[in-house]
């Protein structure tokens, strides 16, 4: 009954699976191989046929199963849509359900209490924005860094917000850089969709902010196995946490934008990603061990790129490694 979350009843999905490897068979023969009334297995294939499972020519009537990869991956899309609008009106009652709940509908502070409300208040806040986001970006993650396909998602993401003339602004933790992948398949794609990005040592919180409009805290109660986030209104607290990410944005070294650029990726005279990946971090003072975790080699491998990396330059110290990359204009 796997097929059952697709709207398929168990007769529908036992003739379908039959006539997968019996294309062009008539009612008749389905129903003997299947040891079926011939009546109430016709009803079950024309069902098929309007669901566009299954395709019906000739007389006798013969039946043919629609390419599964196709038919099927139709009525899932279908039903994501579905979902997707449920999730939406889920989230729009429970905005109805908060503001009907509150002490005073001018409350600047919100709690919000599940991992789900706290997802779909940080798609809003980003979604919502008409002139810049704001975020501290720091560890611990609930969810693994992307692939190829979630970092494409996330330049696509940027870029569309860039066009219509919303800005990111973004400072990473140096743990954020040392955070498994997050570096290659987060950080680096979304400064190559048009993020400026820079680099504190360390951030007192995570945090998003909308415009001059509101802010989210998320806390991380791991002792309890609760996670709560703040949504912060327009208030003093609120001007306080603007001026916290101004001061933190004034003292950050920015990230190698450039070198993350699409003109310089495709210029043959600059190293490749691995390598611009690997001067990044090292330009932002992490130890070979940080390195090694974030990339997942082993300390001596890591010595070995490093090695090789400043070979390459010409340096003996990372600083001179720096300054050369930097003539160079790989940074």
């Known amino acids: 009954m796997e097929l059952a979350v697709l709207g398929l009843t168990a007769d529908e999905e036992r003739v379908y699976e039959a006539l997968v490897?019996?294309?062009?068979?008539?009612?008749?023969?389905?129903?003997?191989q299947l040891e079926s009334d011939v009546g109430p297995l016709r009803r079950v294939l024309t069902s098929l046929v309007e669901k566009h499972l299954v395709t019906r020519s000739g007389r006798p009537g013969r039946y043919a199963t629609a390419p599964p990869d196709i038919a099927i991956n139709r009525l899932v899309q279908a039903r994501e849509w579905e979902l997707s609008a449920a999730r939406a009106k889920a989230y729009a009652l429970s905005e109805i359900h908060r503001n009907a709940n509150r002490v005073s509908p001018d409350l600047a502070i919100e709690q919000l209490t599940d991992r789900e409300t706290i997802a779909a208040a940080v798609a809003r806040l980003e979604s919502d924005a008409q002139h810049q986001i704001r975020v501290f970006d720091t560890p611990p993650y609930y969810q693994e860094?992307?692939?190829?396909?979630?970092?494409?998602?996330?330049?696509?993401?940027?870029?569309?917000?860039?066009?219509?003339?919303?800005?990111?602004?973004?400072?990473?933790?140096?743990?954020?850089?040392?955070?498994?992948?997050?570096?290659?398949?987060?950080?680096?794609?979304?400064v190559r969709g048009g993020e400026l990005a820079r680099m504190r040592r360390s951030l007192p919180l995570k945090m998003i902010i909308r415009d001059d409009q509101d802010a989210l805290i998320p806390f991380d109660l791991s002792?309890?196995?609760?996670?709560?986030?703040?949504?912060?209104?327009?208030?003093?607290?609120?001007?306080a946490l603007e001026a916290?990410?101004?001061?933190?944005?004034?003292?950050?070294?920015?990230?190698d934008a450039n070198a993350a650029s699409p003109t310089a990726i495709d210029d043959p005279a600059r190293p490749d990603d691995e390598t611009l990946s690997l001067l990044a971090m090292m330009m932002a003072g992490l130890t070979d061990t940080a390195i090694a975790h974030a990339k997942g080699w082993s300390t001596r491998t890591t010595y070995r790129r490093l090695q090789s990396l400043m070979t390459e330059l010409g340096a003996s110290t990372r600083f001179q490694a720096g300054c050369i990359a930097g003539r160079r204009g790989w940074l």
């Open 21 to 32: 490897g019996q294309p062009g068979a008539t009612a008749a023969a389905l129903a003997d």
């Open 145 to 190: 860094p992307g692939g190829e396909g979630a970092a494409r998602n996330t330049a696509v993401q940027i870029a569309r917000h860039q066009r219509d003339g919303v800005v990111h602004r973004v400072i990473y933790s140096q743990e954020a850089l040392t955070w498994p992948r997050k570096l290659d398949t987060d950080i680096l794609p979304a």
């Open 223 to 239: 002792r309890s196995g609760l996670q709560v986030a703040y949504l912060v209104r327009r208030s003093p607290l609120f001007t």
């Open 244 to 255: 916290l990410f101004e001061g933190e944005w004034a003292q950050a070294v920015p990230l």
